[in-house]
């Protein structure tokens, strides 16, 4: 567990930052029941995809 804690900090944790640096992080509350979070994580999606078939950026940092 510590090796795996350890990757994380070195090379997951980062990413965090820089997503959310170039305003594109997505984040959802995982604590809660699984359909509030599976449509959590649907809105996400779709917004997603949604941005996919534009022409324009969607980039955003908005939550879910």
């Not at 992080?25 to 997603?48: C, E, K, P, S």
């Amino acid at each position: 567990v510590r090796e795996r804690l350890k990757a994380y900090h070195a090379q997951t944790a980062p990413l965090i930052a820089y997503y959310d640096g170039q305003a594109v992080l997505q984040t959802i509350d995982a604590m809660g029941l699984i359909a509030d979070i599976r449509r959590a994580l649907g809105r996400i999606v779709a917004g997603v995809a949604a941005c996919r078939v534009q022409t324009t950026s969607c980039a955003g940092g908005a939550r879910a």
